[in-house]
């Protein structure tokens, strides 16, 4: 990705010295590199990036987010139930003890 120079200000970053910057609409999935230079033209810092472009739809507020972890509820309940079990056992023999 190539485009033209854009003015950001004196001082575009905020106080943890994060730039936030909008991406031409067009661009296409891939690694771009991002320049960013001082006014002399020289390179104050750039960055190599891979980007994947949503396709048609995404991102058009339907209320619906992406699933990216895992059904954990199984995984809860048979925990507790083996922790229940567990306690039982324990009692059962501590009064056998008794």
């Known amino acids: 990705m190539h485009s033209d120079a854009e003015y950001l200000g004196d001082d575009p970053t905020d106080d943890d010295g994060v730039i936030t910057l909008a991406l031409p609409v067009d661009l296409e999935s891939g ?3 991002l320049v960013a230079q ?21 991102g058009n507020g339907g209320g619906q987010l992406a699933f990216t972890g895992a059904d954990v509820l199984p995984l809860a309940v048979g925990s507790a139930l083996a922790v229940a ?6 009692l059962a023999a501590r009064r056998r003890r008794a």
């Open 31 to 33: 690694t771009h590199t």
């Open 38 to 58: 001082r006014a002399d033209g020289t390179v104050a810092t750039w960055g190599t990036f891979g980007f994947i472009v949503a396709g048609p739809g995404a």
């Open 85 to 90: 079990a567990g306690l039982g056992i324990a």
